[in-house]
């Protein structure tokens, strides 16, 4: 279990992570959620000993960060690279060697994974000679070569065909099944719905939302509703009793206030829009996301005329 | 820190780097050039011309044209033919303004290489000569024929004055002058001078090559692993410590590979093409100070390729790289441009002081210890200075490199700087 307690960390005069606590157990997949700069990275980094956080502990199975955890620790970064002029199996032997794995023990295990990527024969190319989505692979192997017991995965899908993508999950599900504790940071909301046990949403450096999936959804908003329609849905957003949510082509979700009810949405609905489905729905992920960092149906909206005056130009 | 991690780095570095297509380049051409640019002028310049050059003279005094036609046909070229063909061009009376111009069209039509014109200058017959060619920059033609008149003038003026010109021969002839080296332990080395000199210019130009070979791909390194952001897999790997020991490490393997091979190739060509006396006693006098210019040249290395981490680890771009490793390279030049002062007055007192100025200490003592060794005292304590430096700046450049190497982007500020080094 890792348990981190009340992390800091200031960069210049910008509080990037501002009192952050989270408990990533065994056997679950831990979601760490926010927007871009909301201090994701930056707590990943603390997690893995690059940087030190200015306030605050971390402790690995309840003992502080030493040579032995970082040993424990896999990662994969966010922004990746790797040596381009480099070949493979030498450069997965590489980060093996470093995490102490034994050359020989690597080897197998090197080999055997690059099998279950589709990538068997490509073991003497150089880097720069896979794709990127191959490329990502790699480094996808880097972070678990040495069996770690602590996993770190930081918007592992990105990048990856759909193919790959559910490959990808196979693997987590099954680190979880080992009982290994996992973080797993991304912005793709369906995919932590469905993937994630507990989640935390962190925005400019402070946990907003933490605890299970379903407790989240549950606590968020029992009052959102969901719009199947034709017609130009846009005032959606603007009625009087929406409180926030987003507005598609033909499909609305809306976060409606807590007095308010589809009983009283329903007649601002019948004359505007032909209406196929609606329905009383916890809110989503990805909505409860979009409305908890503050982007509001308004500002949406105004984006998007703002852009669009902007091209008609 | 981990022993183990800090070795995988090392090798590593030094696999990646010495299996790379720019570090084999460099060490076959770095000897090939610095042989190409010492070495091949001096031996085209040596070669006389290969083929026949013919020369047209229109002699106004008479008095030359035979003796020196004879004197200089007689010198031959490998093959036989005559080096100098001379043709008069007043043959069959003609009058010296229309050889002249006969001459010239002959030059300019490529026939002929030249005219020498030969007149007298004043009362007493001192010949005035003139070479008209469309290339009157040919040096070897021009002082092989001016040594030759000025020797005829005088042999003819000593026949009027009726000398002997055996005599003659025997009063000019040559005097050669060799050097002999006096050194405390009271041998004499007839090595040669240059010979000496040159060894401890090699070395300070090898420890320039080698610093500036390895120094700007590890730079290049380094700027890789930050802009693909390899350093954040490397640093949550291992230390940041770790990671600047291995590098070093690394690097001190890539730079003994290479003088190594050049020390190799060296020796075995010293020996192969000059087996003589001179050599081996030159080669004695050098292995007397082989062990100091090692220390210098390991110790400038180290202090030198700390610098450069702690100086790459700061910028971000390739375009950064090339400036700051271009002023560094220009600090390591600076002494190899002050050789030529040290070898003629390697005591004065500015070379010494300059001698512990750390970035200068390797390339000057280098030269000092093979051209006129320096107290023993003033070794010591440049060696000392240096050592203390070179531990100065390793640890600078671990508190620097430990920090900057995360920092993507954003050049820090020198204060930023300080405070890293200060900062625990």
Redesign the interface.
Known sequence: MIVAEHLSKNFANVHAVDDVSLEIRPGEIFGLLGPNGAGKSTTIRML?N??QPDSGTIIYDGEPFS?RV?GK?G?L?E????????RILETIL??A????VEEKVAKGRAMSWLHRFDLQGSERRRVEELSKGNQQKV?II?ALMHEPTYVILDEPASGLDPVNQELLREIVDKLRAEERIILYSTHQMELAERLCNRIVLINKGRVVLSGSVEEVRTRYGANNVVVEFQGDGAFLGELPLVAGGTVHANYAELNLRPEASINDLLPYLTDRLRISKIEKVRPTLKAIFIDTVGRSIEEVERSTNRTSTEAAR | M?R??IW??AR?EYL?KVR?KGFIISLILTPVLITAFSVIPTLLADQGPGETQIVGVVDKTGRFLRPLKEQMESRKLPGGQPVYLLVDYMMGGRSPDSALAEADRAALGENIEGTLVIQASDSLGTPQVIYRSPNPSNFRLISTFESAIGRLNTELRLREMGVDTAAFARITEDVELTTVKVSKQGEEESGGFLATFFAGYAGSFLLMFLILTTGQSLVRSLV??K????M???????TPQELMWGKLMGLSGLGLTQLFVWGVLGLGAITNFSASEGVNAWLQSLYAVLPYILVYMALGYVFYAALFIGVGSLVTTEQEAQVATSYLVMLLVIPVAFAIVVVQNPDVGYIRVLSYVPLFTPSLMMIRVVTKMPPLWEVMATIGMLLVSTVFVVWAAGRIFRTAI?MYGKRPSFGEIMRWMKAG
């Open positions: 893995n690059i940087i040579d970082r620790i990662y970064p922004e990746r690279g790797l040596y381009q002029k480099a590489y980060f060697r470093l995490k102490g480094q880097i | 981990n183990g991690r995988a780095i590593w990646q790379s890789e692993e802009s693909n952001r390899i954040e897999l490397l640093v949550g790997a291992s995360l």
